[in-house]
């Protein structure tokens, strides 16, 4: 199983639509569940939320700007590799203040998709996106170029 684990909800229709449009995508090949927690004003609150959240059990990956940058293939390939031994990845996405260490250092990888910051609700459409094509790669299906 696949869950992202994110702070926030997703107000506009467009990213609601490219969200569900990728999900039953994704759904074609794998579960996939997408866990969204309340946006709080309080970091420490939200931090707490999120760890309730976060099972030792899964392989969690923190999707953070100061993490280790991968391209398409790599991130397939760490789907790939993670599935041989754990049956749910969970991956990470934090509020607009990111991920405290003490979240970071309850998963197993880091990763950043940019330098760049993107709004919440769109960087869930592009991992999304990511992990769609993840599953293209990994089958050798004609979408990645």
Avoid: W
């Amino acid at each position: 199983m696949i869950k992202i684990l994110c702070v926030g909800k997703i107000k506009e229709g467009y990213l609601q639509d490219l969200i569900n449009d990728y999900l039953k995508r994704i759904s074609k090949y794998h579960k996939i569940e997408i866990i969204e927690l309340k946006d709080d004003s309080n970091y420490q609150k939200e931090t707490s939320n999120l760890l309730e959240h976060i099972k030792s059990s899964d392989y969690n990956i923190a999707l953070d700007i100061k993490g280790k940058m991968v391209t398409s293939e790599e991130f397939a390939s760490i789907i790939d590799k993670t599935f041989l031994t754990n049956s749910t990845i969970t991956f990470i996405i934090g509020g607009s203040l990111g991920l405290n260490d003490e979240i970071k250092s309850k998963c197993q990888q880091i990763i950043s998709f940019s330098h760049l910051t993107f709004p919440h609700g769109l960087f869930r459409g592009i991992l999304l996106e990511q992990i769609y094509r993840s599953f293209k790669i990994l089958n050798n299906e004609a979408y990645h170029k």
